[in-house]
């Protein structure tokens, strides 16, 4: 199976900040990326798709890049309503692995 | 309106099964990629099972020949057959259209199921 490694595992921040999230694969996922924000007690919601595909209706102070085995999620502007566990997940492989998820602070 | 609700969770002894379904409303469950993931308490999220447009199912490694994945389409539901339960099934179970090609969007409320004496 592809291993995705996220860094860090949790992350302090202020409101305005400028954020970034990282996500490694083990092997070549090409472009194969989403990422996902999960707020406490809710189902995860898709934010950005083939590594840098802004999903509809997601703020734009959300970004993703990176191909093959690294890539990052950044977030502009960090606002109060950011305070979720961000994953990212491949789907180059029919295992789908996610990362094991970045804590997200204020 | 794109919806996924679920239900069927509960607490389980091991060995027993539950069915968890999935009723969605906005799209048509047999023409879509739909899967299965669960997320065990204070944990990750891991990918449970797939089913395919044209019924093809694929499963995990860890729930093999234990859980099925099915779906009705005449009343737009997928199905979590979930058989031979052991004390590391528990976790929240979540339905979500999604696979292959694509992020797994949108998802249900999701449903826990507890496995334990």
């Known amino acids: 199976d592809i291993q995705m490694t996220q860094s860090p595992s949790s992350l302090s921040a202020s409101v305005g900040d400028r954020v970034t999230i990282t996500c490694q694969a083990s092997?070549?996922?090409?472009?194969?990326l989403n990422w996902y924000e999960q707020k406490s007690g809710k189902a995860p919601n898709l934010l950005i798709s083939?590594?840098?595909n802004l999903e509809e209706g997601v703020p734009s102070r959300y970004s993703g890049s990176g191909s093959g085995t690294d890539f990052t999620l950044t977030i502009s502007s960090l606002q109060p309503e950011d305070i979720a566990t961000y994953y990212c997940?491949?789907?180059?492989?029919?295992?789908?692995?996610f990362g094991q998820g970045t804590k997200l602070e204020i | 309106e794109v919806q996924l609700v679920q239900s069927g969770g509960g607490l389980i002894q091991p060995g027993g099964s539950l069915k968890l379904s999935c009723t969605v409303s906005?799209?048509?469950?047999?023409?879509?990629?739909m899967s299965w993931v669960r997320q065990a308490p204070g944990k990750g999220l891991k990918w449970v099972a797939l089913?395919?447009?044209?019924?093809?199912?694929k499963s995990a490694d860890s729930v093999k020949g234990r859980f099925i994945i099915s779906r009705d389409s005449s009343k737009n539901t997928l199905f979590l057959q979930i058989n031979n339960v052991r004390a590391d099934d528990t976790a929240v179970y979540y339905c979500?259209?999604?696979?292959?090609?694509?992020?797994?969007?949108?998802w249900g409320q999701g449903t826990l199921v507890t496995v334990s004496s």
């Open positions: 979500a259209r999604g696979g292959p090609l694509r992020g797994f969007d949108p």
């Open positions: 906005g799209f048509n469950v047999g023409t879509n990629y």
């Open positions: 089913i395919y447009s044209d019924g093809t199912t």
């Open positions: 092997q070549d996922i090409g472009n194969y």
């Open positions: 083939d590594a840098s």
């Open positions: 997940q491949e789907y180059e492989s029919l295992s789908f692995s």
